[in-house]
């Protein structure tokens, strides 16, 4: 499957814009993961511990291989001046492989080369890899952080909109887990947000930052804004949520694709290229204009917008654009 490019592949500043991506799934261990994409990809170690370790590709750049477990790895990284530690943390590691995903982090890759991320899903699938649907109480997933092509409060407000009258659509097109959607950390936009958002008129940053900071205030939102926005002005976000994992990077933090890496046929195209969707709707104001104004028609009093019927709407529409 090919990779959707979007209408603006490069920057205002002329670079051509980097995606990264998160996977998570389990089946293999951390050490089994490393090996094999070092001996399959050529890749260098550059660092390591029981929980976590960095990998050097050709051409690709250095990816970060780790149990999501944040406890195990804050004492891995501290066992070289606790030597006691190593008594015990590498059957914690073990351990944590029954229950805790392996993650891998990819570096930014230019948005017209993310094919060159198959060989890497191949070599996982190859290992035993699985996903998503591996357990019931799973919620692995994938992760996408696209660069925006701007940083201006025109450009955020544009690709904000295209996502929240999207929302409710990519849940079911991405057909999203059951144990994912019953997890907090991709909910969606409060009804009232949208609200909010869709009735703003040609918004500047301060007021971008008010109307998220007001009804987000979290790092679990299927799209996080807060890693773009503390990019912006981090003392402003960190003064509402005070989080270390927020990372400040000139990107969206997008949660809600599943992880199908078992699966012969699947690859991170399929995730990319709905949120091309959203991309290409962000290019499309006077369509975000008329499709918002029928958001806010569409509200009953007391109850919002149907979502069903919302979904419904949106899928049509984007059938006669040929988007979908």
């Known amino acids: 499957m090919q990779y959707r490019l979007p209408n603006k592949v490069r920057t205002q500043d002329g670079e051509v814009r980097r ?15 490393a090996k094999a994409l070092k001996e399959q990809l050529n890749g260098r ?22 149990l999501d477990w944040d406890f195990l790895k804050r004492k891995a990284a501290k066992s070289d001046a606790d030597n006691s530690a190593e008594q015990w943390l590498k059957p914690l590691s073990q351990a944590a492989h029954l229950l805790v995903p392996v993650e ?12 060159r991320l198959d060989t890497l899903v191949e070599t996982l699938r190859s290992l ?13 997933g994938v ?30 097109a991405h057909e999203v887990n059951p144990a994912r959607k019953i997890s907090p950390y991709i909910d969606l936009y409060p009804h009232e947000y949208l609200v909010a958002l869709f009735e703003a008129v040609n918004p500047d940053m301060d007021t971008q930052f008010n109307l998220y900071l007001t009804h987000n205030p979290s790092r679990n939102r299927a799209l996080d804004l807060l890693p773009l926005l503390s990019e912006i002005d981090e003392a402003r976000v960190r003064r509402v949520v005070d989080d270390a994992k927020i990372k ?16 012969p046929d699947w690859s991170l195209a399929h995730s990319w290229n709905l949120w091309w969707i959203v991309e290409t709707l962000a290019e ?17 009093p007391l109850l919002g ?15 006669d654009q040929g988007l979908a």
């Open 19 to 33: 995606v990264g991506f998160e996977l998570e799934f389990s089946g293999v261990t951390l050490e089994e993961t």
């Open 45 to 66: 170690v550059l660092s390591q511990t029981e929980a976590e370790l960095e990998l050097e590709l050709p051409e690709l750049g250095t990816f970060n291989i780790e």
């Open 104 to 115: 891998v982090v990819c570096p930014p890759i230019p948005v017209d080369q993310l094919d």
């Open 128 to 140: 035993g890899a699985q996903g998503t649907e591996e357990s019931l109480i799973a919620a692995y």
């Open 143 to 172: 992760h996408i952080n696209p660069e925006l092509p701007s940083l201006d409060a025109a450009t955020l407000h544009d690709y904000m909109r295209a996502f929240c009258l999207l929302q409710w659509w990519l849940v079911d």
């Open 248 to 263: 400040s990077r000139p990107t969206f933090h997008y949660r809600l694709p599943n992880c199908q890496i078992e699966k």
């Open 284 to 300: 499309r104001r006077d369509d975000l204009d008329r499709l918002g104004a029928e958001f806010l028609d569409a509200q009953r």
């Open 305 to 319: 917008v149907n979502r069903k019927d919302w979904v419904e709407h949106m899928d049509l529409w984007l059938k």
